[in-house]
């Protein structure tokens, strides 16, 4: 029977009691960092990647000579090495969540330990890798496809954004939710066909929750520093749900 006590308010303020849970555990602390240093690693192996081979390998093949084509050949391996740091901040975006699976479930278990859940069977290392390699997969085959096609309907119907703007933004939180719902959920066995009857049964929380994680998210680099604190407050609201009904 879906809950009449956890609506859209409690999953939007959920990330704000998440994060004053995780203030209180000290030993969650050193955890919350793994993301961001994640992020930093595979940027800085791009940019010195891009500055150590990539601009001299390609300014050695485009120089011929002479001034003028020493100087285009100098700013195009330079634009290069740019466009492949841009693409290095996008990677580096989308791999730290999987690569920090493993910590991002110790946050799960820490969560539930501070809340006496019942206790579960832990996952093998490997496991855990796929679990967030998965979480990212999943949400981004569902939701981006069809963000891309609302997209371009506004840009060929522009009236059509009146409907299509509101559903990119529910789209967008939905998928958000999804993949931080995951790690809980996921670790207490709940299959991707339950997991969304759970969204289902309880879709205002959960769009609730999705939304405060999508306007963080649109701040660079934000989406990576609150990882930790939303993965805490989907295990935080999945629980509060449960306890509920």
């Known amino acids: 029977m879906p809950s ?9 303020v959920a990330p704000f009691g998440a994060a004053r849970q995780l203030l209180g555990l ?35 093949k485009l ?9 285009g050949a100098w700013a195009v391996s330079w634009l290069s090495v740019g466009l492949a740091v841009a693409l290095g901040w996008l990677l580096s975006a989308l791999l730290a969540p999987a690569l920090s699976a493993p910590v ?5 278990g820490i969560i539930e330990q501070d809340l006496a859940v019942p206790a579960r069977a832990p996952l093998g290392f490997l496991a855990e890798f796929w679990c967030g390699f998965r979480s990212l997969l999943m949400s981004s085959a569902v939701t981006v496809p069809l963000l891309v096609a609302l997209t371009l309907l506004e840009m060929v119907a522009p009236p059509a954004a009146v409907v299509a703007t509101p559903l990119k933004l529910i789209l967008a939180s939905l998928g958000v939710a999804w993949g931080l719902f ?8 709940i299959g991707a066909r339950e997991r969304f009857a759970f969204m289902r049964r309880h879709f205002s929380a959960v ?7 999508s306007l963080v998210f649109w701040l660079p680099c934000f989406g990576i520093v609150m990882l930790p604190v939303g993965v805490a407050a989907a295990t935080r609201l999945y629980w509060e749900i449960q306890r509920a009904q």
């Open 63 to 71: 120089s011929g000579g002479s001034s003028v084509s020493e100087l």
């Open 182 to 189: 995951d790690y809980p959920l996921t670790l207490r066995g």
């Open 4 to 12: 009449k006590a956890v609506r859209f308010w409690r999953g939007f």
């Open 26 to 60: 000290p030993r969650a602390w050193p955890l919350l960092l793994v993301p961001v240093v994640m992020f930093v690693l595979l940027e800085a192996a791009v940019v010195g990647i891009s500055w150590h081979y990539l601009q001299p390998w390609l300014s050695g």
């Open 207 to 213: 769009l609730g929750f999705g939304a405060a994680f």
């Open 104 to 108: 991002l479930e110790r946050v799960v």
